[in-house]
């Protein structure tokens, strides 16, 4: 504390025994009449309380606090997967000449991802860009690295070639015949998935429309 900010009029009160003067409020009749004034309103504030339990949602639906829900609950939903699995069984054949048709399509993508990979067409841009750019020394590193990739990718291909042509040997000459055309049929299915086109379905959904006077393919539907 400094001699400008020194309190001389406390100081001389501490030193005289005298307490300080302490200045008091009264309140007028107005404010005294006024009475307390809330500051949260009532019903706002038990417009945010909690939820009571008649307007809590039940944890358990109704049909699950009952042995005849539970009962009727597991028979719809048995009909439906029946009615499903007898819906698909019917169109099976329209599934498997979907997928036969797409499978050759399937095998040219197959051939041109393998072969794109193997021939390391994406570095492509990059030594065009260096042959545009008269940049042979971009050129001369980009060459060198393509052929470490193609050698060691072409050695995996044919590995894997030779791999897939020994497994598909055993099978023919040792495995029995619902093995083989178990596997013939899964790698034709999978060729076919992979040359199926984009937007087309691959099953028949159908969707009711009005009192099951029609039906629509449910790709339709959602166009």
């Known amino acids: 504390m400094t001699i400008e900010n020194f309190d001389w009029q406390a100081a001389e009160d501490d030193v ?26 009532a019903v706002a504030h038990a417009a945010w309380d909690a939820p009571t339990t008649d307007k809590r949602a039940p944890i358990l639906p109704a049909w699950a606090t009952s042995r005849t829900g539970l009962l009727d609950q597991a028979a719809r939903y048995g009909r439906l997967a029946a009615y499903r699995c007898a819906y698909h069984a019917v169109r099976f054949p329209l599934y498997s000449a979907r997928l036969l048709a797409w499978a050759p399509v399937g095998t040219a993508r197959l051939t041109g991802a393998v072969w794109h990979w193997a021939s390391d067409a994406e570095g492509r841009p990059a030594r065009a860009d260096a042959v545009a750019g008269h940049d042979w020394q971009a050129y001369q590193s980009l060459a060198r690295l393509r052929d470490r990739r193609v050698r060691w990718r072409g050695i ?21 015949p619902v093995a083989v055309w178990g596997t013939g049929t899964a790698v034709v299915a999978g060729l076919g998935l992979l040359g199926k086109p984009g937007a087309y379905p691959f099953g028949v959904d159908t969707v009711l429309c009005g009192d099951g006077e029609a039906s629509l393919p449910l790709f339709v539907v959602d166009r």
Request: hydrophobic share 45%; proline share 6%.
């Open 16 to 41: 005289n025994g005298r307490k300080p003067e302490i200045e008091t409020i009264t309140p007028d009749d107005d404010y005294a009449d006024a009475g307390a004034v809330l500051v949260d309103d």
């Open 156 to 176: 995996v291909c044919a590995a894997t070639g030779l791999g897939l042509a020994a497994t598909g040997t055993a099978l023919a000459l040792a495995a029995p």
